[in-house]
């Protein structure tokens, strides 16, 4: 089979692509395993139509009946939101996804390997994963920064989640010769809040010369990824202490019932939600959707 009869792209995202018109991917693992229903699937139409705004095209992305697809419809969010069978599909995961023609969400991981497939340069998340804390002794390093590493996908993000180690998940991309862009910032947003204590390598002040930096970097074959981080907006963040808080007991928690591997960040998530009472919940939709505007802007300068 060629790539062509794998891929399923949404007519909308097609015409874009083929016209260079801006085009922004979204990843599909916060709709089914990191958000609660009702709020996942309207935080996932309130980003596409973000994106709208900005006059880009959104590309939704996950693998329903075995098909890659890019670009999703209404109802196929709703599914996506609601289904237990849909799995958290990562780049080990994708072939017997695909294979076996069931369905599943992307993460950041799988969403840079389709939107490269497509074509799309441009993709928007909350935040990705990296290393996790206790890593030296769990060995727990997300799949998205070896994606990162190689695959030629620019991904705004409000910087890795908190719940994660920062100063491990940079020396990792560092090492992996991933360029850590802060926009309007020097330090590392830390996802609910807007800052970390760590430095990003540069402070860029606007989209478009973050657009030519993409094109720069891809033209000298550098091949792999760059990190756009994107802090939330200070009205929407959650206090650094109240935070760091809650995610200690979420961990704890982890561990009195042993999860892991993949479970662990959606248990993270959930988990911290619970004790912030859906603060936290807010302020993941508010820096989302910050996110995607962000990456609709360097899409359009991208696109030029
Ligand atoms: N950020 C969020 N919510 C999420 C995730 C990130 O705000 O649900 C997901 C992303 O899809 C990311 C994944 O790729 O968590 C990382 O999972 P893991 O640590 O198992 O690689
Ligand atoms: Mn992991």
New binding site residues.
């Given amino acids: 089979m060629k790539l062509s009869d794998y891929l399923d792209i949404h007519p909308d995202v097609e015409n874009a692509i083929k016209n260079s018109e801006p085009v922004v991917a979204l ?1 599909s ?2 709709i089914s ?2 958000m609660p229903y009702p709020k996942n699937v309207e935080t996932a139409l309130m980003v596409e139509e973000t994106v709208r705004s900005n006059k880009a095209v959104p590309a939704t992305i996950a693998i329903i009946n075995g098909k890659l697809k890019v670009g999703l419809t209404h109802d196929e969010i709703e599914y996506l939101a609601t289904n237990e069978e849909v799995k958290k599909v ?1 780049r080990r995961d994708l072939p017997i996804t695909v294979a076996q023609k069931l369905s599943g969400s992307t ?3 799988s969403t840079m390997i389709i939107a490269s497939l497509a074509k799309i340069a441009i993709f928007a ?5 990296g290393v996790h804390r206790g890593a030296e002794n769990t060995m727990d390093i ?3 920064l070896e994606e990162l590493a190689n695959t030629n996908v620019c991904v705004i993000c409000a910087g890795a ?1 908190a719940i994660l180690d920062l100063g491990l998940t940079l020396e990792y991309l560092e090492t992996k010769g991933v360029p850590v862009i802060g926009y309007k910032t020097s330090e590392l947003p830390a996802f609910y809040s807007s800052e970390s204590g760590f430095d990003v390598d540069y402070k860029i002040d606007s989209a478009q010369e973050i657009a030519e930096i993409l094109k720069t970097k891809w033209d000298l074959s550098l091949d792999g990824g760059v990190l756009v981080t994107n802090p939330i907006p200070v009205a929407f963040e959650l206090e650094t202490g109240v935070m760091n808080d809650a995610i200690n007991q979420a961990i704890i928690e982890a561990d009195n019932n042993k999860i892991s591997g ?1 479970k ?3 248990y993270l ?1 959930s988990k911290v939600n619970e004790i912030t009472q859906g603060k936290s919940l807010e302020a ?1 939709i508010k820096l989302i959707q910050n996110n995607a505007d962000l990456a609709a802007k360097i899409a359009l300068h991208y696109s030029k």
């Fill in positions: 990843e693992t916060i395993h990191g990562s993460t950041v991981a998340t909350g935040g990705i994963g997300s799949a998205d989640k993949k662990i960040t959606p998530l993941n």
